[in-house]
């Protein structure tokens, strides 16, 4: 018994990056389909979910930066970098479409690998996406734990290529083996599941939603093979067919029984609908982002805003801020990566309706956070001149003073000395003891620099 417990004790336990390694089998999933990475974007709420991830990272602008010595940063358009990331990473592809490849390849197996093209200098040329199917990429560490990349492209084998010439970003986890968790594989049962159920379903129509049925016959009766022929030809055959409804007439005591579980049953639509929100949960997607509205959610309003909010905060920026940070690891040389840094303006995914932006400008404007040519430059609008001051909103300004040219330093101490003294203007209190004096008007007082 004893020998027994530790023999228990001593098998390995489950490991995380071993999706296969199941107390159940490994036969595959529960469904009886296993969805391949292919199989799974064939799913309209899979496909809607990576699509949804990587056009909108592909249409983020990727900007490169150098940060300068007061914390501040200045853009570097004239960096080698910029040109990669926000151009035009390879001779085939846009920008777009090249971050959109890395999202998918992200999304289905946690890995994006790409082939570095360099200069004599070290700096990248171009950057090509490399498959990060199973079997595509051979990655392991050597013996003194560098990883090294063997992959077949274009008809070429590379073997034992290190990070110095494949750019690989990393999803979310760790596989044991210097990569990220493959979702697709973690989520075979979940994309089984929805595969049952599409079959399910086109099987059902595909056959006219006709029910499964066994025509019972009279307990005296027994058909030779010939009659059993005709009997298929003339009833079961017409049966199955689902082009046209059929209709045919019993003899001899032959009944009709229904064998198979309804739909309305089977709850065939609410299945359907927790499926999609299954695949919503393992990408970390609201539903109503893909066009799925859940129970008792609505598809317009402010709520949707603040959905998307939550998504950006915890399903898009975790995306983002992984590729920055591989950008500057593994794209940058280590004399550069204090200095420079890649970043992706998002702030277009918030930009609010006109009213709403108009109020924000005019906030930021009249706060001084914004110079008004900074503003009009977020609008694409061109600078204007004396534009580039910041401003502030002044309060509390006498009626008599509005529209004047703004008073001298020692104007303005005077004034707010005279108001806390006296409640009142000194040229004011200075005239009419002048007056009293000397019972005439007065000229205005001299004031500082007068002759």
């Given at each position: 018994?004893?020998?027994?417990?530790?023999?228990?004790?001593?098998?390995p336990?489950?490991?995380?990056?071993?999706?296969?390694?199941?107390?159940?089998?490994?036969?595959?999933?529960?469904?009886?389909?296993?969805?391949?990475?292919?199989?799974a974007?064939?799913?309209?709420?899979?496909?809607?979910?990576?699509?949804?991830?990587?056009?909108?990272?592909?249409?983020?602008?990727?900007?490169?930066?150098?940060?300068?010595?007061?914390?501040?940063?200045?853009?570097?358009?004239?960096?080698?970098?910029?040109?990669?990331?926000?151009?035009s990473?390879?001779?085939?592809?846009?920008?777009?479409?090249?971050?959109?490849?890395?999202?998918?390849?992200?999304?289905?197996?946690?890995?994006?690998?790409?082939?570095?093209?360099?200069?004599?200098?070290?700096?990248?040329?171009?950057?090509?996406?490399?498959?990060?199917?199973?079997?595509?990429?051979?990655?392991?560490?050597?013996?003194?734990?560098?990883l090294?990349?063997?992959?077949?492209?274009?008809?070429?084998?590379?073997?034992?290529l290190?990070?110095?010439?494949v750019?690989?970003?990393?999803?979310?986890?760790?596989?044991?083996?210097?990569?990220?968790?493959?979702?697709?594989?973690?989520?075979?049962?979940?994309?089984?599941?929805?595969?049952?159920?599409?079959?399910s379903?086109?099987?059902?129509?595909?056959?006219?939603?006709?029910?499964?049925?066994?025509?019972?016959?009279?307990?005296?009766?027994?058909?030779?093979q010939?009659?059993?022929?005709e009997?298929?030809?003339?009833?079961?055959?017409?049966?199955?067919?689902?082009?046209?409804l059929?209709?045919?007439?019993?003899?001899?005591?032959?009944?009709?029984?229904?064998?198979?579980?309804?739909?309305?049953?089977?709850?065939?639509?609410?299945?359907?609908?927790?499926?999609?929100?299954?695949?919503?949960?393992?990408?970390?997607?609201?539903?109503?982002?893909?066009?799925?509205?859940?129970?008792?959610?609505?598809?317009?309003?402010s709520?949707?805003?603040?959905?998307?909010l939550?998504?950006?905060?915890?399903?898009?920026?975790?995306?983002?801020?992984?590729?920055?940070?591989?950008?500057?690891?593994?794209?940058?040389?280590?004399?550069?990566?204090?200095?420079?840094?890649?970043?992706?303006?998002?702030?277009?995914?918030?930009?609010?309706?006109s009213?709403?932006?108009?109020a924000?400008?005019?906030?930021?404007?009249?706060?001084?956070?914004?110079?008004r040519?900074?503003?009009?430059?977020?609008?694409?609008?061109?600078?204007?001149?004396?534009?580039?001051?910041?401003?502030?909103?002044?309060?509390?300004?006498?009626?008599d003073?509005?529209?004047?040219?703004?008073?001298?330093?020692?104007?303005?101490?005077?004034?707010?000395?005279?108001?806390?003294?006296?409640?009142?203007?000194?040229?004011?209190?200075?005239?009419?003891?002048?007056?009293?004096m000397?019972?005439?008007?007065?000229?205005?007082?001299?004031?500082?620099?007068?002759?």
């Amino acid at each position: 018994m004893g020998w027994g417990l530790l023999s228990w004790w001593s098998k390995p336990a489950l490991k995380v990056q071993d999706p296969e390694n199941s107390r159940r089998s490994k036969v595959g999933s529960w469904s009886g389909y296993d969805v391949s990475a292919d199989g799974a974007m064939r799913l309209s709420a899979w496909w809607s979910g990576v699509r949804l991830y990587g056009e909108t990272i592909g249409a983020l602008p990727c900007a490169v930066y150098e940060k300068l010595p007061d914390g501040s940063k200045k853009p570097r358009n004239d960096h080698w970098l910029y040109g990669i990331t926000h151009n035009s990473p390879n001779a085939d592809q846009t920008a777009a479409e090249y971050w959109e490849r890395v999202v998918i390849d992200l999304a289905a197996h946690g890995n994006s690998y790409s082939l570095k093209d360099k200069r004599s200098d070290g700096s990248i040329i171009s950057l090509t996406p490399l498959s990060a199917a199973p079997g595509d990429m051979d990655r392991k560490r050597d013996a003194q734990g560098v990883l090294r990349y063997s992959f077949t492209h274009r008809g070429k084998r590379y073997i034992g290529l290190t990070e110095d010439d494949v750019f690989h970003i990393r999803g979310f986890g760790d596989d044991g083996n210097g990569g990220g968790l493959s979702v697709v594989s973690f989520a075979r049962q979940s994309l089984g599941f929805s595969e049952a159920i599409g079959r399910s379903a086109g099987s059902y129509f595909r056959h006219g939603m006709k029910d499964s049925v066994f025509f019972t016959a009279p307990p005296a009766a027994r058909l030779t093979q010939p009659q059993r022929d005709e009997f298929r030809k003339t009833f079961i055959d017409p049966y199955l067919g689902g082009e046209a409804l059929n209709a045919g007439l019993l003899e001899a005591g032959f009944d009709v029984k229904s064998v198979s579980l309804p739909p309305k049953d089977a709850e065939m639509l609410l299945t359907w609908r927790f499926s999609i929100e299954e695949l919503c949960r393992w990408l970390r997607i609201p539903p109503v982002l893909i066009g799925h509205a859940a129970q008792g959610q609505t598809m317009w309003g402010s709520g949707i805003e603040q959905i998307m909010l939550g998504w950006y905060v915890l399903g898009l920026r975790p995306y983002l801020v992984r590729i920055e940070q591989a950008i500057k690891k593994r794209l940058l040389p280590p004399a550069e990566r204090g200095k420079i840094f890649a970043e992706f303006l998002f702030e277009g995914l918030f930009r609010a309706d006109s009213a709403g932006r108009a109020a924000l400008l005019s906030s930021l404007g009249q706060n001084g956070y914004l110079t008004r040519n900074e503003g009009r430059a977020m609008d694409n609008r061109p600078p204007m001149p004396g534009g580039d001051v910041l401003t502030v909103q002044s309060n509390m300004i006498p009626l008599d003073q509005l529209g004047m040219e703004q008073a001298s330093p020692t104007q303005q101490l005077r004034s707010a000395m005279m108001n806390l003294l006296f409640g009142g203007d000194l040229d004011a209190i200075v005239d009419a003891k002048m007056k009293a004096m000397m019972g005439r008007d007065v000229g205005p007082p001299l004031i500082e620099g007068d002759t």
